[in-house]
């Protein structure tokens, strides 16, 4: 067998080799003699030349001029294809024209911003002035109620109105209360002129206090009603009551879960917790000696857990276990406080989760070693600065440790101690109530699962206590969150919010020195409106608005992806609301930009940034001006990104509303559904429109109250007039079926301003691709988040060449979260399509299938006035697959009868040969074309291992890490800290058993865990890692990670070139030659000989990032910089210290009292 060459190789100095490769490499054998002399003669011509040229000894067995001419005559044809049923050169001519009249200005970015933070304050300011009403009223309210411990009062009940007996009447706190479905409030029905009270299950509905409450806050309805009048944009708003019971508006009816149980209590609720106290450091110390076995380490640990519950993201905490002697749950965290946030929350959990006890209670070590943690992090500046707390959990005290108190605490008592005594033994009560009242905290004694909650929650009324009696009214804004206890559907309580919330005292002067705390009040702003003032348009193709907390959480980001897929429910990640700015824009390496906007500064900075689109599978490099500002009055900073080129500029051209109105409603052209062009939620009137009908009814004046952005609307009816001939040109090809070639579905125009026209070539019978361009389509239309993918990726290749590629095929198991797109930002619509399909995954995977079998040609569509040069749209074509094949297997094979005298190599070439492979592959390398069909849309490293890894180590392509610290990964059954394996079959029916007795005796006990409306809770993305082995095979539960995944990007500098690949026996030849005028490639492989054994696919898998388990400790310990919520309240002079809390008084069931220390103890043994 003769030598073959290669050809065109970009690394110039490692052209001539004279040394023979390895097994794989790319490159020529030794080359000697006449034939090298006179290669050396003509290195210019090399290095003149886009591709790179070299002759070898021997013969090319695939003669790279065919191919070249394949390639010309390919990329002619399908040029010509996509120009002509898109129309491009046309639209092109209309924008070129009218180029005289425009005017084209740089986007001022400090400015902008300054703008959007103006509109978002003003906004969120209404919220507060609302909460403000509502928190004056209710303090006049209770100021001239006199409490009457025999009032009769009814009140409408949500649980129980409209409903009736077996008899028909009226369920007692029920009766008639109207409700109407209501566009503005999700579409639930509610009753717009009343509220309603929501009470637990396990709180009685006609307690004197709670009968007190409801007739007291009767007041609110006024307000509620005047608020919403005022402020036609307010939610609901509600006031939640120390005493439990939940007071909302507008009235619904309020839905129980299946067992017709509403465990939803307000008081566990973040904007109750946040509003009612101070910051605070916690630390939590437990009793693990064996006197804590069976129920009592139960009720401990749910103890614990409850804790944690009420703690947020500027709390501080730790955990500490003792008996013998004292160890941290989290050993990492030994002799530090770390930040509350959900992550180290339900870290905590699952550690708590596996204590066991053991040995003699020792608690004055734990003592020492708590007040050495908590004085050290106030000497250091670190933690909350504000409250501090010891919460002991223990069922005896034994020891004198009135030393460790005078040592550490007295006498300024500035750590508050509280204590819960656990279980039915009230021997050492005495003691535990004296640590508690010795250091201005509260004692309780839990001896059932039923009191936990409502004990926990007195260390919140003592905390709140100096700001009660100092009388300052601190407004919170919580972190984001998703709700559910409103909506009926998952969809509707996947979308992100945020609370604006205000403590609600007793202005009684004989409760002064008690500090009575009677409530929150607060109301909830959709995170997706806010960002509505953040308007698309304004940032050009890749540009965005962000919004972040002042810990440096995202509030809202485009790239946030809260929602990941477990089978086929939609679900919230552990972490979904405690993902940093860091994490999400990670090219910024030093945190710069995040330290900036965390201190509330204003400024800029500028970074090189790689982004992926098309659910990470392509990679662009973009040049981000980031511009940042404080909101007044919250805890947030807004960020704007433009983008360097097309975020640049934006051009202004006028026309009369008549010109621009007619060419508006034609029946090709749509708008940006989620944009505003004109704002249809203030009045109830405009709900229903649909923001092109608002816009036509707001320019022909029949609704002139209408509040429209002008800009927007100038804009789009300037894109309407020049596109308009659009619409004739497309009709007049599909009017000539004898002319139209098969496989041409749709051609579509998208501009700046949001708006889209499309011409549907063929039926929907007849289409491939019968999803493209419909509203299930989110990635190729217009959203609140993005351009269409098809938009984004024109704007960033040369204008006049069309680019094609296949929408996204292959999934990613590691990626599960990217498979669908769940970003932060998705309609109540759109959830509620895809909840209604299984949370995405068949209709999904249908529509995979379709896509697989589609292509897409598009280009970007220009303007340019003097020498600035800005986007004016994209416009493109789609087709099927098929239609692109006919025309390359057409091509790619020469006839029998070509004279081959002077081709050196195999002649007749032909594709279709067995002995040859040829593939049509885009920019980033991925597959369009191939005989085998179930290669198209895959990446080409899969289908040929040796063939991609010669193109990369020849720097034809090049692999771009990206990463992603949103994750979701499998979790190994072993790497599951302190999980019982399942050995054997025995050992998993223990399991079950054990878990059906633990959840079926908790659930007749835990009346008052957090319900559906708690957020945590609710995500259900926490359950104790033993019960996760009895619902998934192993290695299915996930679990937030961070991984890096490959990108792969071609460089067109190489415009053809060719290899040997020494494959053992065999050698594999190839050829590979750009695709003028786009951004394809085609390859011709020899096909007979195997490279697998030696070369392995490449696959864009991700993969996870493991950390060594020091750098994991440290990443855990450390603590970025945040900055503090500006108010805190620890003190007060005029405290009542002695009210210290006493034994607890809650009553239970009788068949509890006696069922569950028995179960609990024959759990314990498990």
């Known amino acids: 067998m003769s030598d073959l060459g290669q050809w065109g190789r970009r690394e110039t100095p490692h052209l001539f080799h004279t040394a023979e490769m390895d097994v794989g490499e790319a490159g020529p054998r030794h080359i000697s003699g006449p034939r090298r002399g ?41 040029a010509a294809l996509s120009t002509k049923y898109s129309g491009a050169k046309l639209l092109q001519k209309k924008y070129k ?56 009062f009814e009140y409408y009940n949500s649980m129980l109105v409209n409903m009736v007996d077996e008899d028909g009447n009226s369920l007692p706190l029920g009766g008639e209360f109207p409700l109407e479905a209501n566009e503005h409030f999700s579409k639930l029905p509610v009753n717009t002129q009343q509220s309603n009270i929501q009470v637990p299950t396990n709180v009685y509905n006609r307690d004197p206090d709670i009968l007190n409450g ?66 605070k450091d916690v630390v939590i110390v437990v009793d693990v000696s064996g006197s804590m076995k069976g129920l009592r380490l139960t009720i401990a640990k749910h103890t614990i857990n409850t804790i944690l519950d009420t703690l947020g993201e500027n709390d501080f905490v730790n955990i500490i276990a003792y008996s013998d002697y004292v160890r941290y749950v989290e050993p990492c965290f030994k002799g530090t406080l770390v930040q509350a946030d959900l992550d180290n929350r339900e870290h905590f959990k699952l550690l708590i989760d596996e204590l066991h006890v053991k040995g003699e209670g020792k608690v004055k070590n734990a003592m020492k070693e708590s007040f050495k943690i908590l004085n050290e992090a106030a000497a250091l500046g670190q933690g909350s600065l504000c409250n501090q707390a ?49 250091n201005k905290g509260y004692y309780t004694h839990v001896s059932t699962l039923a009191d936990v909650q409502e004990n926990v929650m007195e260390y919140l009324h003592v905390l709140s206590r100096p700001m009660v009696i100092n009388h300052d009214h601190d407004i919170i804004w919580t972190e984001a969150y998703m709700d559910s206890v409103l909506f009926n559907s998952q969809a509707q309580s996947l979308l992100l919010m945020t609370s604006v919330a205000m ?102 900075l500028s970074l090189d940034v790689r982004t992926s689109v098309d659910k990470g599978k392509r990679v662009m490099f973009l040049k981000n001006d980031y511009f940042y500002t404080s909101i007044n009055e919250t805890p947030f900073s807004l960020g704007i990104v433009l983008t360097r080129g097309n975020g640049q500029y934006i051009f202004i051209g006028n026309v009369s509303v008549e010109e621009g109105l007619h060419d508006l409603i034609a029946p090709d052209l749509t708008i940006a559904s989620e944009w505003t062009y004109c704002e249809t939620d203030i009045d109830p009137a405009h709900r229903k429109l649909s923001q092109l009908q608002a816009v036509v009814r707001y320019l022909t004046g029949k609704e002139p109250d209408l509040d429209c952005d002008v800009q927007l609307l100038q804009q789009t009816l300037f894109d309407a007039v020049v596109t308009a001939p659009m619409e004739a040109y497309w009709t007049a090809l599909m009017l000539n079926p004898a002319g139209m070639d098969e496989g041409m579905e749709t051609a579509f125009l998208g501009t700046r301003s949001g708006l889209m026209r499309f011409q549907r070539y063929s039926g929907i019978e007849k289409r491939v691709g019968k999803s493209f361009l419909t509203s299930t389509d989110k990635e190729n239309m217009f959203t609140l988040d993005h351009f269409p993918l098809w938009y984004r990726r024109a704007a960033e290749y040369p204008a006049e060449q069309f680019l094609y590629y296949m929408p996204r095929q292959d999934t990613r198991d590691m990626f599960r979260d990217y498979d669908a797109d769940y970003s932060a930002t998705l309609s109540t619509e759109e959830m509620e399509r895809r909840a209604e399909e299984g949370g995405g995954v068949q209709g999904e995977e249908e529509e995979e299938e379709e896509a697989g079998r589609i292509v897409i040609a598009t280009t970007a569509i220009t303007v340019t006035v003097g020498k600035k040069t800005a986007i004016a749209g994209a416009i493109g074509v789609q087709m099927t697959l098929e239609a692109m094949e006919s025309r390359f297997w057409a091509i790619a094979s020469q ?18 040969s067995l002995d040859m492979e040829c593939y049509v592959i885009d920019n980033n390398g991925f597959v369009l074309i191939s005989k085998q069909r179930a290669d198209a849309g895959r990446f080409f490293g899969e289908v040929d291992g040796s063939v991609m890894t010669t193109l990369i180590r020849m720097g034809m392509f090049k692999r771009v890490s990206l990463f992603d610290y949103q994750a979701m990964c499998k979790m190994s059954v072993h790497s599951i800290s302190g999980a019982r394996p399942l050995l054997s079959s025995f050992y998993g029916l223990a399991a079950a058993f054990k878990w059906f007795l633990s959840n079926f005796f908790l659930f007749l ?95 864009m898998e991700p993969k996870e990032v493991k950390y060594i388990s020091s750098v994991k400790c440290e990443r855990m310990r450390s603590q970025k910089i945040r900055r503090r919520p500006e108010s805190c309240h620890a003190y007060h002079p005029q405290e009542n210290a002695n009210d210290c809390g006493g034994a607890s008084a809650t009553s239970f069931s009788a068949f509890l009292v006696l069922f569950c220390p028995p179960i609990a103890t024959f759990l314990s043994l498990w």
Not at 136 to 145: F, G, K, S, T
Not at 526 to 555: D, F, S, W
């Open 97 to 152: 024209d009218v180029e005289g009249v425009l005017k084209i200005e740089e986007v001022d970015g400090e400015e902008l911003v300054k703008k959007f933070a103006e509109e978002m304050e003003e906004m969120l300011g209404r919220k507060m002035k609302s909460v403000k009403r509502l928190a004056e009223a209710a303090e006049d309210a209770d100021l001239y109620h006199e409490y009457n411990d025999t009032l009769e």
């Open 1005 to 1099: 006990l835990e009346f008052n865990i957090c319900g559906f409306w708690h957020t945590e809770h609710f995500a259900d993305a926490k359950p104790s890692t033993r019960t996760s082995f009895i619902h998934k095979k192993k290695g299915d539960i996930l679990q937030p990670c961070d991984t890096e995944y490959p990108s792969f990007v071609y460089e067109p500098s190489v415009k053809e070139t060719n290899s040997i690949i020494k494959c053992g026996r065999c050698q594999k030849t190839f050829v590979v030659q750009q695709i003028p005028e786009s951004n394809l490639l085609m390859l011709v492989v020899q096909a007979d000989c195997d490279c697998s054994r030696q070369h392995s696919p490449i696959t």
């Open 503 to 604: 403590p609600v005292f007793s202005k009684k002067k004989e409760t002064l020195s008690h500090g009575i705390l009677l409530g929150v009040v607060g109301t909830d702003v959709a995170l997706r409106e806010l960002m509505r003032l953040a308007p698309r348009y304004k940032l050009g193709v890749h540009g965005y608005a962000y919004l972040i907390t002042n810990n440096g959480y995202i509030l809202s980001h485009p790239d946030l992806r809260p929602l990941y897929k477990e089978g086929k429910k939609l679900k919230p990640k552990p972490n979904y609301n405690s993902v940093d700015l860091s994490e999400v824009e990670w090219e910024d390496m030093e945190e710069m930009l995040r330290t900036a906007m965390v201190k509330g500064e204003t400024g800029t």
């Open 390 to 438: 010891i919460m002991l959990i223990t069922d005896g005290a034994m020891e004198d440790f009135q030393d460790v108190f005078e040592e550490f605490n007295w006498p300024e008592r500035r750590v508050r101690v509280f204590t819960y005594l656990i279980g039915r033994e009230m021997t050492f009560a005495e003691n535990v109530k004296w640590i508690a009242c010795n």
């Open 214 to 279: 409801a007739y007291m806050s009767e007041a609110l309805n006024d307000v509620f009603i005047d608020n919403f009048q005022k402020d036609p944009t307010l939610t609901w708003q509600y006031f939640g009551s120390s005493t439990g019971f939940f007071r909302l508006y507008p009235g619904i009816q309020w839905i129980p879960d299946e067992n017709g149980v509403v465990t939803f209590d307000c008081r566990n609720r973040n904007w109750y917790i946040q509003a009612a106290t101070s910051p």
């Open 38 to 78: 006179m290669l050396m003669m003509f290195p210019w011509i090399i290095l003149c030349c886009s591709s790179l040229w070299l002759v070898v000894d021997g013969q090319m067995k695939i003669s790279p001029e065919t191919v070249q001419k394949w390639a010309e005559s390919f990329g002619k044809e399908i």
């Open 895 to 912: 006839p029998n009868n070509t004279d081959c005298s002077a081709v050196e190599g195999v002649c007749p070439l032909r594709c279709d």
